[in-house]
Nanobody, 116 residues
Framework: QVQLVESGGGLVQPGGSLRISCAASRIIFSIYTMGWYRQRPGRQRELVAVITSKGSTNYTDSVKGRFTISRDNAKNTVYLQMNSLKPEDTAVYYC??????????WGQGTQVTVSS
């Protein structure tokens, strides 16, 4: 059973930055494409950033140029650096395997709130 533990969320002002992390266990982490998903209030969960096993990345349009996904295979960890945060980035953020349809069980997520 794969375990995913997200951390690092919090309250940040508009324009601020935050880095969130996700530690994975019980898998050969390095072989999987990983993604960061988010669920904004009243909306469905969406995939916002993807990183392949070789380090190629892709982002949804709304976060391009502001968010950066990275991974450390030695630590079985994937990161999301979020800059120039906007109130509409407020969400619970989750990591999981990508693409959609290949996911494991979800972790608890980490809440990111962007507000002044």
């Amino acid at each position: 059973q794969v375990q995913l533990v997200e951390s690092g969320g919090g309250l940040v002002q508009p324009g601020g930055s935050l880095r969130i992390s996700c530690a994975a266990s019980r898998i050969i982490f390095s072989i999987y494409t990983m993604g960061w998903y988010r669920q904004r209030p009243g909306r469905q969960r969406e995939l916002v950033a993807v990183i392949t096993s070789k380090g190629s990345t892709n982002y949804t349009d709304s976060v391009k140029g502001r968010f950066t996904i990275s991974r450390d295979n030695a630590k079985n960890t994937v990161y999301l650096q979020m800059n120039s945060l906007k109130p509409e980035d407020t969400a619970v953020y989750y990591c999981n395997r990508a693409p959609i349809g290949t996911m494991w069980s979800w972790g608890q997520g980490t809440q990111v709130t962007v507000s002044s």
